[in-house]
């Protein structure tokens, strides 16, 4: 489980496909404290590490993964957004996050609001995933709260901390962004349509 606190960045130092999945290096400077068979969330996918050195460790992403969130679209280059799993005696400062990206999102919109961006949203409403007005959403593995919120439609405001301390400040509108929504929501959704 994590919080969507982003602890530090990972940069994609080599992917290599093999079958039908894609294993990826990364350079961090976590990389020291991890272990194999460790979960990491990598702009919010939780993935397992297979192999560490000192600078850098190996993930793998089935192909599964790789359809359902931006990771098909990684260069090596790119500059990750990294989380460790939470303690058991953690302080819940974001929100209940799993690491299960649930679809993407594009960007349609930035803003500099002269201090703090906002940054507008577009996703595929059709496959059942809703937003709440000042509810929680999980973006790149980032905990935020949505405004402006309408059928595939969202809104977050990201204050200068969250920019510089995250890839945020390396989006552009039409990238792509992974999106996990509030745990509590879709589960009120699923009892609500009986299964």
């Known amino acids: 489980m994590f919080t969507g606190i982003i602890e530090s960045f990972g940069t994609v130092k080599e992917i290599v496909r093999e079958g039908s999945n894609a294993h990826f290096l990364l350079e961090s400077n976590l990389a020291p404290e991890l272990k194999v068979d460790q979960s990491l969330a990598h702009d919010g996918v939780c993935l397992t590490v297979v192999e560490t050195t000192a600078q850098t460790y190996k993930v793998t992403a089935i192909d599964e993964t790789i359809q359902k969130t931006n990771l098909s679209e990684w260069t090596v280059g790119k500059k990750v957004n990294l989380e460790r799993c939470m303690s058991a005696n953690g302080r819940f400062d974001g929100h209940i996050v ?51 919120s309408g059928p595939g439609v969202f809104s977050v405001a990201i204050i200068p901390y969250t920019y510089e301390h995250t890839n945020f400040h390396q989006l552009k509108v039409g990238d792509t962004v992974n999106l996990e929504f509030d745990i509590v929501g879709k589960y009120i959704k699923r009892i609500l349509k009986g299964y």
């Not at 496959?127 to 973006?139: A, D, R």
Request: net charge negative.
């Open 98 to 148: 799993q690491g299960h990206v649930d679809q993407v999102a594009r960007i349609t919109g930035i803003k500099d609001e002269n201090g703090s961006w906002v940054f507008d949203f577009e996703y595929d409403s059709s496959l059942g995933n809703v937003t709440v007005e000042k509810g929680s959403i999980t973006i790149n593995g980032t905990s935020l709260t949505c405004f402006n």
